[in-house]
């Protein structure tokens, strides 16, 4: 089992940067792809970008150039740094984690949830 937190959410202005975390518990973890998805008021969970367990990364083109995902397998951590935030990233972001390490933008690839983080941008 695999435990997900996100943190760092939170309300920002248009132009603004935010970055969040997602800490995951378990002795796997560098071997877990991770992804992060958002879900707006009305409408589908939709994927923002993973990184696999080598580090190759993959985004939504709506945030392609905006955000950058990374991963810190020492902290058991991955990020989502997200630059130049838009009315349009207001949403609740959750962190995903799946067993295997390539990457999938498909929310039903992935094993593990955490509870969301909410991101608030405002104009």
């Known amino acids: 089992q695999v435990r997900l937190v996100e943190s760092g959410g939170g309300l920002v202005q248009a132009g603004d940067s935010l970055r969040l975390s997602c800490a995951a518990s378990?002795?796997?973890?560098?071997?877990?792809?991770m992804g992060w998805f958002r879900q707006a008021p009305g409408k589908v969970r939709e994927f923002v970008a993973a990184?696999?367990?080598?580090?190759?990364?993959n985004y939504a083109d709506s945030v392609k150039g905006r955000f950058t995902i990374s991963r810190d397998n020492a902290k058991n951590t991955v990020y989502l740094q997200m630059n130049n935030l838009e009315l349009e990233d207001t949403a609740n972001y959750y962190c995903?984690?799946?067993?295997?390490?390539?990457?999938?933008?498909?929310?039903?690839?992935?094993?593990?949830w955490g509870q969301g983080t909410q991101v608030t941008v405002s104009s």
């Open positions: 995903a984690a799946r067993s295997w390490g390539t990457i999938r933008v498909h929310a039903t690839s992935y094993d593990y």
């Open positions: 378990g002795r796997t973890f560098s071997s877990y792809g």
């Open positions: 990184i696999a367990s080598g580090g190759t990364t």
